[in-house]
């Protein structure tokens, strides 16, 4: 069983900066195939943010291109979402979503990111 665990979120201003951690539970890393942060606002489709394949391809909503980056540390089972120049429409629950054809898809519980004026 493959747990994920996120952290990071919290409320900003806007035009500030917030960092998503998202652990993973035991070894998995090297048998996942896409690395993925979506969001879900109140009243909206949850939608994807960004995602990371492991051969490094990045792929990135146009809302966010330039400003969000995800990453990995295969060393600690980590992957981050690095989240600058926050505006108010990036107010919205954000979910890690692992992704491997050997082990299936998981997603983490959510971390709140409220972005103020």
């Known amino acids: 069983q493959v747990q994920l665990v996120e952290s990071g979120g919290g409320l900003v201003q806007a035009g500030g900066s917030l960092r998503l951690s998202c652990v993973a539970s035991?070894?998995?890393?090297?048998?996942?195939?896409?690395m993925a942060w979506y969001r879900q606002a109140p009243g909206k489709q949850r939608e994807l943010v960004a995602a990371?394949?492991?051969?490094?391809?990045?792929n990135y909503a146009d809302s966010v291109k330039g400003r969000f980056t995800i990453s990995r540390d295969n060393a600690r089972n980590t992957v981050y979402l690095q989240m600058n120049s926050l505006q108010l429409e990036a107010t919205a629950v954000y979910y890690c979503?692992?992704?491997?054809?050997?082990?299936?898809?998981?997603w983490g519980q959510g971390t709140q990111v409220t972005v103020s004026s």
């Open positions: 990371l394949t492991l051969s490094g391809s990045t």
């Open positions: 035991g070894s998995i890393f090297r048998i996942i195939n896409v």
């Open positions: 979503n692992l992704k491997s054809v050997a082990l299936g898809q998981y």
